[in-house]
């Protein structure tokens, strides 16, 4: 951090939190003006990785763009995956096998659980806690080894195909699942015994960084901070995508809308994709994993499309507008964490700094996806 005296000097300071501080978990810049150690005006500055993937797909195949997708949101790349292959298979009427279908349910859950292991390790060091992030970090290996062993990758999946997925899976990865399901749920006590009761976590988190629904709808936040500020939304359960509307699970939603709903949210999303996963391993049915005859050349009719899905982070939509060629005319990528961010300069007016940290670590903010 480095300090500026400004001309009111004795009353208030700037304070750069970022870009490469590690409270900031990325390259981001929060320019903050502090009257003593409460905010007065905090100011995000972004850019600083962009790489301006809108643009690229203008200038590349439907099919050239599909690794793009997980230098987004790389901690949750399988859902900005399947966000775009199920775009361009309704623009072009390919439907993908049912056996195809779980898998990238499957493995977008499992990834949605090891995204929500890293926010919950980094956030609770973010706090003082070193040991939580070892914990997480073992779990989550778990998952990467199972990710790794189908996809061949463990962070930037480029899984998913249009009209299905790319390889099927193998003969240990049904059972390595239900072995991880059974561990996981066996887990979650601990790190409620752990983490969650901790009096120090209690006490830096409740009633601290309210963020009313009100301020949710004005910014378009989305996800577990929307969910955390009570509104019941979740695009899964209602604006169903794939296979998500067959099956049963619940959508965690708390009023309070403090850090601690928020994180409260996420915990209970991993039970909850534990549940869409155990039901879709139990019923994977046999068959084909790849659509027969997709053209090798992606040419979707004149139009534009708009797929929404959700995210670890909250609502990831892309609309795309076709020209008929194999090259996208337009594209437009609308980043969850971009609106979760931009609440920030108004939910911490009048904050301690270290309360305005415990609230910007409750957001969950992956910078690439919104320098995207």
């Not at 240990?172 to 059974?182: A, H």
């Amino acid at each position: 951090m480095s300090v500026h005296a400004t001309s009111h000097i004795g009353e208030t300071f700037v304070l750069n939190l970022g870009p490469q501080h590690p409270a900031t978990h990325g390259v981001l810049r929060i320019k903050l003006t502090m009257d003593g150690e409460y905010i007065a005006q905090a100011e995000p500055v972004l850019g600083y990785s962009h790489r301006m993937h809108e643009k690229m797909a203008e200038n590349r195949s439907w099919h050239q763009f599909l690794p793009n997708t997980a230098r987004m949101d790389y901690l949750h790349a399988l859902a900005f995956n399947l966000a775009y292959v199920c775009l361009v298979e309704r623009m072009t009427g390919i439907e993908a096998p049912e056996r195809a279908q779980y898998i990238r349910v499957i493995t977008t859950e499992l990834n949605r659980i090891a995204s929500h292991l890293v926010w919950f390790g980094a956030f609770v060091l973010d706090l003082g806690g070193f040991s939580p992030l070892l914990y997480a970090f073992d779990d989550r290996e778990y998952i990467l080894d199972l990710l790794e062993n189908v996809t061949g990758s463990r962070l930037t999946y480029c899984y998913f195909r249009f009209g299905g997925v790319y390889n099927d899976i193998d003969e240990d990865f049904v059972p390595g699942v239900k072995d991880f399901i059974k561990r996981m749920r066996s887990r979650i006590p601990m790190y409620h015994s752990l983490v969650t009761k901790n009096i120090i976590l209690v006490k830096r988190l409740k009633e601290i960084g309210p963020i009313p629904a009100e301020m949710c709808r004005k910014y378009g936040a989305t996800g577990p901070v929307a969910r955390g500020a009570g509104i019941n939304f979740d695009v899964r359960k209602h604006e169903p995508y794939s296979l998500y509307s067959a099956f049963d699970f619940d959508v965690p939603v708390y009023p309070e809308g403090d850090s601690m709903a928020r994180y409260m949210v996420r915990m209970d999303e991993i039970l909850e994709s534990l549940r869409i996963i155990e039901q879709a391993v139990n019923r994977l049915p046999d068959g084909s994993v790849m659509a027969d005859k997709v053209p090798k050349s992606i040419k979707p009719p004149k139009g534009d499309c708009y797929q929404a899905v959700e995210t670890a982070r909250g609502s990831f939509g892309i609309r795309a507008v076709s020209d008929g060629t194999s090259t996208p005319y337009r594209m437009k990528l609308r980043s969850p964490t971009y609106s979760n961010l931009s609440l920030f300069a108004e939910a911490s007016q009048g904050m301690l700094l270290p309360d305005a940290l415990a609230l910007l670590g409750s957001l969950d903010l992956v910078i690439p996806e919104i320098d995207r």
